[in-house]
């Protein structure tokens, strides 16, 4: 896809996100897109039906979307448990059925993504590539993600349509203490950054910039915005 | 093409000697090649699949070949299937060692993910991310009883992605998310989780390949050993590895065996 400075243009005074999830990081970003003059609309109700009708029944009127933010996880999956204390609900509660959702509100939000020539972001925590302790639910849930993110990327191309993930630290889906543990087993060392990203002020922009024509090129990447913590292969 | 150089498959005699194994989907493709490698290599085997006219051919044969092994009816979308089979493994052959889980259902023709039938999404979900929860809680009592071993059956698409299958690639790489937290959360119980990403001939490659015909002279060409691997010779061997003390400081890893056609590691 060429970059065309009208669409550009235009699309810059009206674009149209989408947020899903509650709480952080989907507060922060939306704060985040908000300020930089997005229209920003938010899906962050656990008892939604999640299935392949979910956006165009909670906006009926919609036309299109330039951006979809995927940062769904339940209250119950940032719950830290051995995998051995789980029950079969647990399991459908914390990993298949939020995996599930996320796979549905692609394919809900995929003929409006088509036609913006829009972008779909996923966030995951670190917990996704690295493994967490505690977390292996969401960890399953998230890394599916991650991937679907480069599957939908080369899938969806033809569309125009760009898909990218961002790995966070696990404090932007964590509560503090044990999001202080999962940093811990990751790395020797502090992020280099001396502190972990403000989701707001520094992860919102860098999802503004994924739907901009200056990343055209940048199809089904996989980002690490956590300070440096955790540096992949 | 003309034919590849192909080393011999290597000995594994008696590195699972006195271990018990299960293999989920060993009625036929990978499952069954490593079901032979591990039995080759000195395991008892139980060979778990859903037909028994699959899975019961297989575990007569590597018992005509002089191993041990044992057929059991799983279905690893049920949950007292799995434990069956868990519960069969310590009744005939006294203990539990390996779990490998590799049964995993077909993911269908290629198409976009907004055209994939609700039937095919539930059965992918239900094969991996609920099995390897299943089998993972199932197996790991015995498993942390003497240094066992979980090995899950992913696949490149769930470490690069794919195009063509994209519902696979996502369900490959939920499972690596599991193994990894499995193997930091296991690790100090001297539980050991891997995964294997294989490119091999298996009846779904056999069905893809004569569908598009073209297609096994592209896989070969954009791999550097120029073949599709062997389940037996070149995929059963490295789940011995990573079954046996030859891999015990390993965890958490995900192998591409592969030929070479993912490089991204």
């Known amino acids: 896809m060429v970059p065309d400075p009208q669409r550009r243009l235009a699309g810059m005074a009206r674009r149209t996100a989408l947020i899903v999830g509650a709480d952080d990081p989907a507060d922060s970003i939306t704060s985040g897109l908000a300020a930089a003059g997005w229209v920003v609309l938010r899906l962050d109700d656990d008892d939604l039906a999640w299935d392949d009708h979910t956006v165009a029944t909670a906006f009926p009127d919609l036309d299109g979307l330039d951006l979809v933010v995927h940062a769904r996880y339940p209250a119950a999956s940032r719950q830290r448990d051995a995998l051995m204390e789980l029950t079969d609900d647990d399991w459908r509660i914390r990993a298949d059925e939020p995996f599930e959702a996320t796979i549905r509100l692609a394919r809900s939000a995929h003929p409006y993504l088509a036609a913006s020539a829009g972008t779909i972001v996923f966030l995951v925590p670190l917990m996704a590539s690295a493994g967490g302790e505690g977390f292996a639910p969401m960890a399953t849930a998230a890394e599916g993600a991650r991937l679907l993110a480069k599957s939908l990327a080369k899938t969806w191309g033809d569309d125009h349509i760009r898909a990218h993930a961002i790995t966070l630290d696990p404090s932007a889906f964590l509560a503090p203490g044990e999001a202080a543990g999962m940093a811990e087993a990751n790395s020797l060392h502090d992020p280099p950054l001396g502190r972990v990203p403000d989701l707001s002020t520094e992860v919102a922009p860098i999802v503004n910039a994924l739907t901009t024509d200056d990343f055209t090129s940048l199809l089904g990447a996989s980002l690490v915005v956590d300070g440096g913590l955790w540096m992949p292969g | ?265």
């Open chain 2, 1 to 265: 093409m003309s034919a590849t150089p192909t080393p011999p498959s290597p000995p594994v005699a008696g590195l699972l000697e006195g271990r018990v194994a299960i293999i989920t989907g060993a009625g036929q493709g990978v499952g069954e090649g490593i079901a032979d490698s591990m039995a080759q290599a000195g395991a008892s085997v139980i060979i778990a699949a859903r037909r028994a006219e699959t899975g019961e051919p297989v575990a007569e044969r590597i018992r005509d070949e002089g191993g041990n092994a044992a057929f059991v009816k799983c279905d690893v979308t049920v949950r007292a299937d799995v434990d069956n089979a868990v519960e069969t493994a310590i009744e005939r052959f006294g203990r539990l060692d390996v779990m490998v889980h590799n049964a995993v259902s077909p993911p269908g023709v290629p198409r976009p993910l907004q055209e994939i039938d609700d039937q095919t999404i539930a059965l992918q979900i239900g094969t991996s991310t609920t099995a390897s929860f299943y089998c993972a809680q199932a197996a790991f009592p015995h498993l942390k009883n003497d240094y066992g071993s979980l090995i899950l059956l992913t696949s490149p698409a769930g470490i690069e992605g794919s195009g063509n299958l994209p519902l696979y690639g996502a369900i490959k790489g939920a499972q690596r998310g599991l193994l990894k937290s499995l193997a930091r959360e296991w690790g100090p119980e001297g539980v050991r989780v891997n995964a294997i990403a294989p490119v091999a001939w298996t009846p779904a490659m056999d069905v893809a390949t004569t569908a598009n015909p073209t297609l096994e002279a592209r896989l070969r060409g954009r791999t550097p050993l120029q073949r599709i691997g062997d389940p037996t010779a070149d995929i059963g061997p490295v789940a011995v590895f990573l079954a046996s003390p030859l891999s015990r400081h390993m965890t958490g890893q995900t192998l591409a065996v592969d030929g070479g056609r993912y490089l991204g590691l």
